[in-house]
């Protein structure tokens, strides 16, 4: 590949500001206005990265967020971050970029030699392979060599991330035609618009498309489309990404910023909400499909007609759709030497001026080492090529919707999933919901607007030529000779996807697992339609039988960072104080935490251990003091007890005579013990002493008995045992039989007394809040409910 | 993030409630009522799968109510303050 920038062109760049960052060591020059990737295309850098398993050499595919090869770690200048997407990074003075996966530079890895074992490495090999004895043992090396950027662990941010709540009437997603006629067509209504594009500039499609809107060409219509809305004090958001809806269309916003500030996360509740994200175009499947210099074609032509980046001198163009036509004409006229090869044989739109087609063929490989050199046709011919571009058709970007909930339909015509029934609150709109012409988008937009209950005026209108959506489907086939890249980030083949039908991993969930397809941080916007294609072509099923796996959020990865927001360093997790800590520490407390609380585990310094078992005999001095203690606790669940409500005071009546019971026996429960001792003991008299222990009452710790709440159900199951009143009884003599009490024998068997099967509240090592569960007030009121 | 209608203070984040169990729950009375009986009350939930009444608290405002919510969809069919009055 030899591309170049062009001396003149380039919407996105400003040729008066020349910036400089250095890619694996070597400065690459740019110009404001430039993506990473785009410099790096401008300088001619083939190879950006290593594959995730081969370490095979890999260049950039695409010009946005789909990207899945050229990720680098960045920093110098700019905050250091791993595994960004070159693609929709803006490039910067002073930044410093390094490919991943790959030492010590991308065009030369030291483990590259891995790509000629791939024969013996398939999915699934390691996990085989590595089981004895132990993989735990294999686990440190095999990370270490497969595996994507490395996180700086060393850096701090100077400050913490902004989190932002907004609410608007309408959030419309996407700023290309459909998303910015859909703005204009809600402002129009009175609507209150918040506007988000991953972009650095609105436009989408717009901005290196051809077309005509109004008499207007298309980037002058959506600059003052823009202008307008922003003079109407709606929000837009550049360089946003909405990365995922939630429950109720709570939508999360990421904002990146070019002055080096962490990463802003919006919450947005919107009352309404349009898709306009558009459509990412597929690769074909044909061997050898990963080579440096092998581009999404749409991606070629953003690149010229915004960075003023000619990708190659001798170009393929291979497609099976009527979009790359434009593409090929767009090359040949910048001064490329174009070959268009289309798979179909007739319906094709008129040839290109300057471009050879050849019909109804198809690639069968790609030739070359480090990056492309050629590209041998189906029947054999070869031709040679220092780029080529490929259109396998578009995958629209439903990702957001089938987050929401929404059901995909399929659709035959442009072999692709599009949005089917409508989600509440959520219309489609554009490429997304499979439009083609700007027509059909300006169409949808009014009518997913008019979906949401607004009226819609004067919907633009397209006035140039139209795009036509003609497309024969093009998916991997089994069987296919030759290594085919199915998955470019998790390096997953045709082969791969056979293996897993192989070993009965068909559902798409299982194929998704057990060969990574999708799974990595591009989450697969590429890849899993024709993974799934292929999938269904090998089973012998149609893709909507085969379906999809799950939409998650988030859409694109966002930093923890942003997360956290404010609650970093101290106040991630803070310490909570009691007001009497002062009192407690005169008193020569030694503190613990327990659940984010910081309180007393006892007093007096040495061994805690020690110390909380004296302390429970000095309750024996005390016991009338301690029983009525314990009964205001009995009462502290309806009525609003102080703060000591969060642990349970305990009390046991011991023989005096009997060595004092160890403090475990109490805390774990031994009861039954305990009442067998006492059965066989004199008389009540002797039961005298009080053993005080201080039960936790979180749940981990109830869990080996019943939780707090029900011991006073439990009584009333129990009445005859453990009568309400009279705390001195609770625990007292065994009361006679009777024949009210004779059936139930809560002591042995099932039902143990409640509560106290846990740790002494000082051993707890739970770190959720002490609180004891409040169920007396919410039954009573549950009374109150007719229902 | 769910979004609960409080019946006083309109629609809410559903972080700022807590939930209070079935709604209908009624306690048994008197001394004589079975295990078996107490044992329904205390331990069995229906947890269905669809239309579900619950009792919520909005901890910002205090107030109990009832809601009656869809538990696979999350939509949320109406919101009843405690005695009748204030539906939302």
Sequence with gaps: MTASRLATGGSAIDRSRAIRFSFDGATVHGFAGDTIASALLAGNVAVVGRSFKYHRPRGIWGAGVEEPNALVDIGGSVPATPNTRATTEPARDGLVAKSVNATPSALADRNAFLDRFSRFIPAAFYYKTFMWPDWHMFEPRIRAMAGLGKVDTDWTSPSTADQINHHCDLLVVGAGPAGLAAAKLA??????????????????????????????????????????????????????????????????????????????LWRVRPRQIVLATGAIERPLPFANNDLPGIMSADAALAYLRRHAVLVGRRIVVATNNDNAYEVAEALAEAGAEVTLVDLRRDGTPATPANVRLVKGRALASANGKLRVEGVTLDDGTRVDADCVLVSGGWTPTIHLFGQAKGKLAWSEARAAFLPGDPVDGIAVAGAAAGAVSLSEVFAGAGKAVASLGQTTTAVPRSTGA?????????????????????????????????????????????????????????????SNLPGLALMAGITGRTVPEVGTTTYRPPFTPVPLASFAGARVGELMAPVRRLPLESVHRANGAVFQEYGGWLRPAHYGGGDAERSIADEARRGASVGRAVRRFDSRQDRGDRTKGGRIRRFHLLQHH????????????????????????????????????????????????????????????????????????????????????????????????????????GRPWHLCRRRGPHRPRQLHRRQELRNLDPG | MQ??????????????????????????????????????????????????????????????????????????????????????
């Excluded at chain 1, 003609?470 to 997953?492: C, E, F, H, T």
């Excluded at chain 2, 807590?18 to 331990?43: K, Q």
Aim: proline share 7%; glycine share 12%; net charge positive.
């Design chain 1, 466 to 526: 139209e795009a036509t959506g003609g497309i024969l489907a093009a998916w991997p086939m089994p069987g296919s000779k030759g290594r085919i890249w199915i998955d470019y980030q998790n390096d997953v083949t045709v082969k791969d996807v056979e293996l897993a039908a192989r070993e009965n991993f068909v559902s798409v969930e299982h194929l998704k697992r057990y060969t990574t397809l999708g799974m990595a941080t591009d989450q697969g916007k590429t």
């Design chain 2, 3 to 88: 979004l609960f209608p409080c019946p006083f203070c309109g629609p809410r984040d559903e972080t700022e409630f807590h939930y209070g169990g079935d709604a209908g729950n009624a306690r048994p009375d008197g001394a004589g009522m079975p295990i078996d009986r107490w044992a329904d009350y205390l331990y069995l939930r229906t947890n269905p799968k669809g239309t579900a009444r619950e009792i919520w608290v909005h901890m910002n405002c205090g107030e109990f109510f009832v809601m009656e919510r869809d538990t696979v969809t999350h939509t949320v069919l109406s919101s009843t303050a405690l005695g009748g009055e204030h539906a939302a």
């Design chain 1, 187 to 264: 402002s129009g209504a009175g609507l209150s618009v918040t506007l988000v594009d991953d972009q650095l500039r609105p436009g989408g499609s717009l901005g290196h498309r051809t077309s005509e809107i109004d008499g207007r060409p298309a980037a002058v219509w959506s600059e003052e489309t823009v202008a307008e809305l922003a003079a109407a004090s709606h929000l837009i958001l550049p360089s946003t990404t909405a990365f995922g809806i939630y429950d109720h269309n709570l939508v999360g916003l990421n904002q990146r910023h070019r002055d080096g500030r962490p990463d802003t």
């Design chain 1, 654 to 757: 011991v023989d005096a005579e009997a060595r004092p019971l160890p403090l475990w026996l109490h805390a774990v429960g031994k009861w039954r013990g305990l009442r067998r001792r006492r059965a066989g003991a004199p008389g009540r008299a002797s039961f005298r002493r009080v053993v005080l222990v201080l039960a936790c009452h979180c749940r981990a710790c109830a869990a080996g008995g019943m939780a707090p709440g029900p011991l006073r159900a439990w009584r009333r199951l129990h009445p005859q045992r453990h009568r309400r009143n009279g705390d001195a009884d609770r625990f007292g003599a065994e009361r006679p039989e009777t024949a009210r009490n004779a059936g139930s024998r809560p002591l042995a068997g099932r039902c143990r007394p409640p509560a106290y099967g």
